[in-house]
């Protein structure tokens, strides 16, 4: 079993704030989710894994990756259970959300899989000197975001007419003009279809309905503002991310993230 934990600040865009490999992995149950961008892969055996209400299984090869305070647990399946991991922060960590499109979590196929995991082993015999080396280790953890979340992902989306019609007009709606006052009825009207059939195929595609798409959209903005504009009031951040009620937005966000928006710049 190997595991490295940063030992540096994380001055760079993108860090690993943990990895290892050949792990035998144990049962985990993480109610309120963990509070990294988190990857988890299958070297052998297998395990099952519980993201809210999804189940997947991870063979050999296969892997996930997983959303900030997310909840959910995992276990083996077969008799020994070995899986690698990495766990993600930085500068600019929060740009993972617009990449993942703010899924909950992200399937990584065998073929991604094995690119990855020799990306790990690759890092984990250079750990003595990345450690240090920053600059390289921001360059190792970009290389490995991007093998998460390009290819496969992207293509089989953009090959789905009903998401190219329905799902990727409300995103790019979503994504500009989340500090309005947008609702679910709005943006299924937006693309002349009913409330109800939009956010079928937002679980579809997305594993989420439309308002939790929305929501967390809003929340990890609330997030990046809370981290990197500390002179801003709790009011004027509510505001700035489409919620005219501050105590709404504190509701939400507890909800979303575990914690209060103080208590999360704080703990930050």
Request: hydrophobic residues 35%; neutral net charge.
């Amino acid at each position: 079993m190997s595991i490295h934990f940063r030992n540096t600040p994380a001055n760079e865009p993108f860090l690993f704030d943990s990895i290892g490999n050949h792990w035998n992995q144990s049962r985990v149950f993480r109610p309120k989710g963990y509070p990294l961008f988190h990857y988890l892969q299958t070297e052998s055996g297998c395990g099952i894994v519980k993201v809210r209400s999804t189940e997947y299984t991870l063979n050999e090869g296969e892997g996930l990756l997983i959303a900030p305070f997310i909840p959910h647990s995992y276990a083996k399946e077969s008799t020994e259970w070995m899986t690698l991991f990495a766990t993600f922060t930085g500068r600019i960590e929060n740009s993972i959300f617009s990449v993942t499109r703010y899924q909950p979590s992200l399937f990584i196929d065998r073929e991604r899989g094995f690119h990855i995991k020799n990306l790990i082993d690759e890092i984990m015999g250079k750990w003595d000197s990345l450690s240090t080396d920053t600059y390289n280790q921001s360059v190792y953890c970009y290389q490995m975001l991007m093998s998460l979340t390009d290819s496969a992902h992207t293509q089989s989306l953009s090959d789905e007419p009903l998401y190219l019609r329905y799902v990727e007009p409300v995103i790019k709606e979503i994504e500009s003009r989340y500090n309005t006052e947008l609702t679910a009825q709005q943006l299924s009207q937006m693309v002349y279809v009913t409330p109800q059939y939009l956010s079928r195929l937002f679980k579809r595609f997305l594993g989420c309905s439309v308002y939790e798409y929305l929501t967390s959209c809003r929340i990890n903005k609330a997030r990046e503002l809370l981290l990197t504009h500390s002179n801003l009031k709790l009011q004027q951040i509510a505001h700035q991310v489409g919620y005219n009620d501050a105590s709404h937005f504190t509701a939400m966000f507890k909800k979303t993230t575990g914690m209060t928006p103080l208590e999360f710049r704080k703990a930050n």
